[in-house]
């Protein structure tokens, strides 16, 4: 296991329109020293207002239904779990995200080509090493239809249930289970 914190090396941008608000953005990710974690910067905000990816930011899920959504004083950046799903499949720890527009763009609604392109730039390593942090007790969020559980586990484990009350969607159930070796 790598512990060492990691940025890209390369600045990379994406386009397109965002899953939940239909509206045009685009972003533009830039290395970012260590210890600086994930940063989006609001450029189509005169002020450009700063809003780092943290405990802190995290917006209430009843306002912004089945999405990720952080945000300060009222300003909001949306849908941002496929981009942070790929920072976290590839180690990646300090980035700044320039965004132009108030959601991430769907691109194909995964992380694949945030992946890809992030692959194609490459990554480098920092002279920091990782902070981790550890689940002692059980955590259990539930609100209408969506819950979820975080429980310690030795290594990372995540299973999850998507139920719809709509016949053609249903109900499905993964669990993917990663070796702490390969826990980035």
Known sequence: ???????????????????????YSKIELIPALPNTGIIFVRKDIPSAPIIKVDIDTFLNAKNFLRRTS????????????HLMAAFHILGIDNVYINIWGEEIPGLDGSSKEFV?????VGMEEQDVTREYIAVNDIIHIEENSASITVLPYPTLRISYVLKYDNPIIGSEYEEIIIPSEDCI
């Open 116 to 120: 890809e392109e992030i692959l194609k």
């Open 70 to 81: 952080i945000g300060k004083e009222g300003i909001y950046i949306h849908t941002i779990e």
């Open 1 to 23: 296991m790598n512990n060492k914190q990691h940025t890209i090396k390369n600045s990379i941008f994406f386009e397109g329109i965002g899953l939940h608000t239909g509206t």
